[in-house]
């Protein structure tokens, strides 16, 4: 760290730098401002920002910038209240054998850069309030002898199954966000939905928010006026009367509950998904129509290697299968 406040000066006194390190790489600066110092506001960077004061190499920053490995930040007088985080020793959480067992036994790919999981529905990908076990806590049973700890770079419902993608390295990690980001990443979801679409293919386009004043803060609508773009192509593989349908889902942009709210809005509901269809998302008649049936079925992207594709597919689990055999759907040509 530079600029050593003796001779006269304070530590809050003090302009200073810090250097990013390893495994901050591709992280947010907004972010790792809240990992460095967590008592500096969000409104207070966001000056700082503005007029200049913090810095990535000399040169101007915003919040949403990427930060990566020996990059050095400019921290102004008043930040640097707090002392520099330890250095990392990455203690590893104990995670026990019967978890380390069930999250290797999802595993369907494995390479130097990535695993791939077939995530089974009910297990959440990270903690929250009432969540104590989830697939972030797990991760550590993941590491097959690699120092670095395993990172999610995407996430899938609790209740949804199927793809999930964890980087091995901090520059896998970042190279998958980016995938992401610059939508180089094809989807492709099954869903099983009560009714049928208004046609057999097509696009839904209908932007989506946060719902205001939900107790649920993932709780989305649609929303004309101040929405967020979201895209989805879909198309009927198969159908029951007009009962159920079996549907192929490409998400084109990444918003929470993107599928769920489309297919209801389309008329045609997730099967089980109560919090978007209420009761019409539920069949009584069929064993598993209260459980809901999502499931991200392939991914296809860029290697984050660099070098060819990585594609993955992922069976489906127990309960969608015995509706589908419930429904007599074919699943032939998808």
């Not at 102004?76 to 995670?95: D, F, I, L, Q, S």
Request: with cysteine; glycine share 8%; charged share 30%.
């Amino acid at each position: 760290m530079s600029d050593n406040p003796a001779n006269g000066g304070s530590q809050q006194t003090k302009v200073q730098t810090r250097a990013v390190t390893d495994d901050e790489a591709g992280m947010r600066l907004d972010r790792w401002f809240q990992r460095h110092f967590p008592e500096l506001s969000h409104g207070a960077l966001q000056k700082l920002l503005r007029t200049g004061q913090v810095r990535i190499d000399g040169k101007r920053a915003e919040g949403k910038d990427r930060v990566e490995p020996s990059q050095s930040i400019r921290l102004p007088p008043g930040v640097t209240n707090t002392p520099a985080p330890k250095p990392r020793t990455e203690a590893k959480p104990t995670v026990s054998d019967r978890d380390a067992a069930e999250i290797q036994r999802m595993v369907i790919h494995r390479d130097d850069h990535v695993i791939v999981l077939n995530k089974p529905p009910g297990l959440a990908v990270q903690g929250g309030s009432g969540t104590e076990k989830h697939i972030d806590g797990m991760l550590d049973a993941l590491r097959f002898g690699f120092e670095q700890r395993p990172r999610l770079v995407h996430r899938l419902d609790k209740d949804t199954s199927g793809l999930l993608l964890i980087a091995r390295t901090a520059q896998a990690a970042k190279r998958l966000a980016e995938s992401f980001r610059d939508r180089e990443t094809e989807k492709l979801y099954w869903a099983i939905v009560v009714g049928v679409p208004p046609k057999k293919e097509g696009t839904i386009d209908l932007p989506l928010a946060k719902r205001p004043g939900a107790r649920d803060r993932e709780l989305m609508q649609v929303d004309e006026e101040n929405g967020q773009k979201a895209l989805t192509h879909f198309r009927e593989i198969d159908r029951a009367g007009r009962r159920a349908a079996l549907l192929a889902l490409w998400p084109r942009t990444g918003r929470t509950h993107q599928l769920r709210v489309h297919c209801a809005e389309m008329g045609c509901p997730i099967l089980g998904d109560r919090k978007y269809g209420g009761e019409e998302a539920l069949l009584a008649a069929v064993a598993e129509g209260r459980r809901l049936h999502l499931h991200a079925r392939r991914l296809s992207l860029p290697h984050p290697s660099g070098k060819g594709e990585l594609t993955a597919v992922a069976e489906l689990p127990p309960h969608f299968c015995r509706t589908v055999e419930a429904f007599g759907f074919s699943t032939d040509g998808v």
